[in-house]
Nanobody, 119 residues
Framework: QEQLVQSGGGLVQPGGSLQLSCTAP????????MAWYRQAPGKQREFIASLIGMTNSKYADSVAGRFTISRDNAKNTLLLQMNDLTPEDTAVYYC?????????????WGLGTQVTVSA
């Protein structure tokens, strides 16, 4: 079934770390761009990081140097390692897959997971 299943998140103190996971069909990692977005209360959803293949990654300026996007091929899982978290990182985080097939582009979203950074 073509869906994204997220796990991870929770409450962490400022300066702490969390890892988010997103399990997807294996074909998604071959056909498309995998990414993470987040949405804070009262704000629009914003791009965090993307990954094409194994190593072609991009990051938003707000998280570059602190967050790392990667994939675990054995588990068909997209990962987001978040370090040095601040209260400004508090948001619902969403996994995204943009899948390109001949004649059709499909956009998939996970259900989201809450990340709260607070003392």
């Amino acid at each position: 079934q073509e869906q994204l299943v997220q796990s991870g998140g929770g409450l962490v103190q400022p300066g702490g770390s969390l890892q988010l996971s997103c399990t997807a069909p294996k074909s998604f990692f071959v056909l498309g761009t995998m990414a993470w977005y987040r949405q804070a209360p009262g704000k629009q959803r914003e791009f965090i990081a993307s990954l094409i293949g194994m190593t072609n990654s991009k990051y938003a300026d707000s998280v570059a140097g602190r967050f790392t996007i990667s994939r675990d091929n054995a588990k068909n899982t997209l990962l987001l390692q978040m370090n040095d978290l601040t209260p400004e990182d508090t948001a619902v985080y969403y996994c995204n897959a943009l899948i390109e097939r001949p004649g059709k582009t499909s956009n998939y979203w996970g259900l989201g997971t809450q990340v709260t950074v607070s003392a």
